[in-house]
């Protein structure tokens, strides 16, 4: 069972890793993660650990953020975030920025583990995203 005490620390550390996202403070995001790091929702093919934070930060053109945590929600080892980001970036999954501010929301929960964030689940609202920034849905061939 966790103590009182370390579901406070972990609500912390998840908040934490989205205001050092917000400020692109990788080397304290790195402090914070498990050698054993993995995240699920995010870039494909991102290497274990804080080498894969890392490669997450290279991977993103530039981009001015701020992340805006809506809602905590700390059960046992897992933290979850509810957050808004509002972001203006260079491009993001190939679609020109333009300088468009885009806002959108996102989920993260994190496994906490001895103080270092062990696993990360992200669910974003990239279509949202990409609709912002000019993309249109076109129907496929129902056939």
Aim: charged share 20%; proline share 3%.
């Amino acid at each position: 069972m966790i103590s009182i005490i370390e579901l406070e620390n972990n609500r912390l550390i998840a908040q934490l890793w989205l205001e050092f996202i917000s400020d692109g403070n990788v080397e304290a995001i790195c402090r914070m993660t498990a050698p054993a790091w993995k995240m699920h929702g995010g870039l494909p093919g991102l290497p274990a650990g804080p080498a894969g934070i890392r490669k997450l930060f290279e991977s993103f053109s530039t981009v001015e953020q701020r992340w805006i945590i809506e809602d905590v929600i700390a059960e046992g080892s897992k933290v979850m975030v509810r957050a808004t980001n509002t972001c203006r970036q260079e491009h993001f999954l190939n679609f020109a920025g333009n300088t468009a501010t885009q806002v959108f929301s996102a989920v993260f929960i994190h496994l906490i583990v001895g103080g270092k964030i062990l696993e990360t689940w992200r669910n974003a609202d990239d279509l949202g995203r990409v609709l912002q920034l000019g993309a249109r849905v076109v129907p496929g061939n129902l056939n």
